[in-house]
């Protein structure tokens, strides 16, 4: 079981950039998957980014080539640098990992797939 909290949400106008974070009680370097998935209000939670432990990354296409997802394994810290944030990216973000069983590559911004989750930070973009 890993514990997750998620901060660095907030307002912003169309166009600015946040970068939202996620503390991990345990190594990163040792977390299989971690992603960021988001959910707007009355809509589904869906997947936007997915580090491996060893690096390799995956986006949902409505956010490719403005977010960057990264993580810091000695802070033991997640990160999503979201750029040229647009009002359709308003929801509530939220930071989940799956420590050690394997998701195939089509699954893994399936929120089913994670069974660890953080408390979720609001990012509200007005236009």
């Known amino acids: 079981q890993v514990q997750l909290v998620e901060s660095g949400g907030g307002s912003v106008q169309a166009g600015g950039s946040l970068r939202l974070s996620c503390a991990a009680s345990s190594s990163t370097y040792a977390i299989r998957h971690m992603a960021w998935f988001r959910q707007a209000l009355g809509k589904e939670r869906e997947g936007v980014a997915v580090i491996l432990n060893d690096g390799i990354t995956t986006y949902a296409d409505s956010v490719k080539g403005r977010f960057t997802v990264s993580k810091d394994n000695a802070k033991k810290t997640l990160y999503l640098q979201m750029n040229n944030l647009k009002p359709e990216d308003t929801a509530k973000y939220y930071c989940?990992?799956?420590?050690?069983?394997?998701?195939?590559?089509?699954?893994?911004?399936?929120?089913?797939?994670?069974?660890?989750w953080g408390q979720g930070t609001q990012v509200t973009v007005s236009s």
């Open positions: 989940a990992a799956e420590p050690s069983l394997t998701i195939f590559s089509w699954r893994r911004l399936h929120p089913e797939e994670y069974g660890n």
